[in-house]
């Protein structure tokens, strides 16, 4: 879990350097209060099953909360990558799923075709946000 925060985390600090100077508008308000939203209800519907890794689990999920609302600015930026954002909301659903799994129920998504939607998920967020920055970078 450590790995992927020191992820999000690097996603977070690269996304704010590639959006340098996007204002804080009505549009990102509202977006930040989505991913805000989502975050709360999703670790609501978990927190039964987190037993000691709340704490983890609650700081790892903000951690992807605030890298959504970061990939936002992207798009909010004078280039508008949105690709960059879709690529998070498809990291972000990866890991939701995986965390529904592991602290929610089991059993129920412990058929092959969840593993192999993860890895879909996670493989084309990847893409997308690492196409998303090169041609961003390649940009400015």
Not at 72 to 79: A, L, Y
């Amino acid at each position: 879990l450590l790995a992927f925060l020191i992820t999000q985390i690097t996603y977070i600090y690269l996304f704010n350097i590639l959006a340098k100077g996007t204002l804080f508008n009505l549009k990102s308000l509202v977006i930040s209060l989505l991913f805000l939203a989502y975050y709360f209800l999703f670790m609501n519907s978990i927190i039964a099953g987190l037993g000691d890794m709340s704490i983890p689990v609650f700081v790892y999920g903000f951690a992807l909360c605030v890298m959504g609302v970061s990939a936002f600015r992207c798009v909010n930026s004078q280039m508008n990558y949105s690709v960059i954002l879709f690529g998070a909301i498809l990291f972000i659903f990866s890991d939701s799923i995986i965390a529904f799994r592991e602290f929610k129920s089991q059993w129920e998504m412990s058929l092959p075709i969840f593993h192999v939607l993860i890895m879909i998920l996670y493989i084309f967020g990847q893409f997308f946000i690492v196409n998303g920055v090169v041609k961003m970078s390649l940009a400015k």
